[in-house]
């Protein structure tokens, strides 16, 4: 199917299964793909390869995390009458694609992508200089361009990774024909959602709000998160502004919270424990819905795992016709055909 064909662009995002979720991905990533389900043509993959790229050493996690990730997609709102959901790996020609992908990939482009140079520097405790870390943006074209995808919404940092994709795909439609539409990035403007300790929001600060923490967590969470630096005494006023609880308030809360907040904590007219009680029961008010529908999935995991199943089993159906398009266009499809005069020399 070529990608005039279809009858809604295609969208490839996908995750990689490092543990449950936190706000910071339901921001950044989740609540986008939820709002996209009835706009294009999803695919969601678990990408269970690129966590190897860099925990390679042990894999004894990489199973339960892709199911707990399922089950956190599914709490959210990705719907499996609406999306594809699946798991890379058990799709191998992502795999394949990946190798014919590599054939035509130069080093160079490679080498120069930021992210690839920033985490070499920047993640001490693994050795990365492997050929999979380095070859870890192919995969992604290949995750991408195995379904003809249209439409990858991405961060800022991710955009090189598209562009990649796009110079890649060029690449071989050059040697070989036209097979591969070329993506394009869809830029997920995200708001600044700080931590706990007001950074971003990220596990490996361990700041996060789960998406699965129950009531009582969230709002000691909340208790212990920093504000205003100015606001030392109950009767200092502060600034919403350059609070990171006034961060949460601007994505979570309604509009007459937000106006209780400015006037409130301008004037020191409220407390900060009172404000970040609004802030919790904005956040309580998000996560209660999302852990309602993990409930079923966690007394059954198996209904997430036989959803899983039943994706990836679509998936292989559409990547399994892109390759076939791959190979009759490099000329090495799989049936058998009469050898020419010239033996093949
Ligand atoms: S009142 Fe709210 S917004 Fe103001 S400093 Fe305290 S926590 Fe932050």
């Known amino acids: 199917m070529t990608s005039s064909s279809k009858s809604r662009k295609r969208v490839l995002s996908g995750m990689r ?5 936190h706000l910071g991905n339901y921001v950044g990533a989740l609540d986008n793909w939820v709002r996209m389900q009835d706009e ?4 969601f993959e678990v990408a269970d390869w690129h966590a190897l790229t860099t925990d390679y050493a042990d894999t004894s996690r990489v199973k339960q ?3 707990q990730v399922a089950l956190d997609w599914l709490a959210a709102g990705l719907d499996p009458e609406k999306s594809v959901i699946f798991i890379q790996s058990h799709v191998p020609a992502h795999a394949e694609l990946h190798l014919l992908l590599s054939m035509i990939t130069p080093l160079g482009w490679l080498e120069r992508v930021p992210t690839y140079k920033e985490q070499r520097e920047n993640i001490q405790d693994k050795d990365l200089g492997t050929y999979g870390f380095l ?5 992604q074209a290949a995750d991408i361009l195995v379904y003809k995808g249209d439409v990858v919404p991405v961060g800022e940092d991710q955009v090189a990774h598209v562009e990649l994709t796009r110079e890649i795909a060029r690449r ?9 539409p070329e993506p394009q990035s869809l830029l997920t403007i995200a708001p600044k959602l700080p931590g706990t300790d007001g950074r971003k929001m990220s596990k490996s600060y361990g700041n996060t709000i789960l998406l699965t923490d129950p009531e009582p967590v969230v709002r000691r969470k909340l208790k212990t998160m920093v504000t205003d630096p100015a606001r030392v005494r109950r009767s200092d006023p502060g600034n919403p502004d350059v609070c990171p609880v006034g961060d949460l308030h601007k994505i979570f809360s309604g509009k007459e919270t937000m106006a209780k907040v400015y006037e409130g904590c301008r004037s020191a ?5 009172e404000c970040k009680g609004w802030a919790a029961d904005a956040l309580v008010q998000l996560l209660s819905p999302m852990q309602q529908r993990r409930k079923k999935f966690e007394d059954n995991p198996r209904l997430a795992w036989d959803i899983l199943e039943a994706g990836s089993e679509r998936a292989r159906k559409t990547a399994a016709a892109t390759m076939d398009d791959a ?3 490099m000329g090495m499809t799989l049936a058998y055909e009469k050898p020419k005069p010239d033996g093949g020399q």
């Open 17 to 21: 299964p490092t543990g449950k979720l």
């Open 40 to 43: 294009y043509e999803c695919y």
């Open 65 to 67: 995390n892709s199911l």
């Open 135 to 139: 070859g870890y943006p192919v995969l």
């Open 172 to 180: 071989f439609n050059g040697f070989y024909g036209d097979v591969f």
């Open 269 to 273: 007219g409220i407390g900060c424990i």
């Open 327 to 329: 190979r009759a266009a």
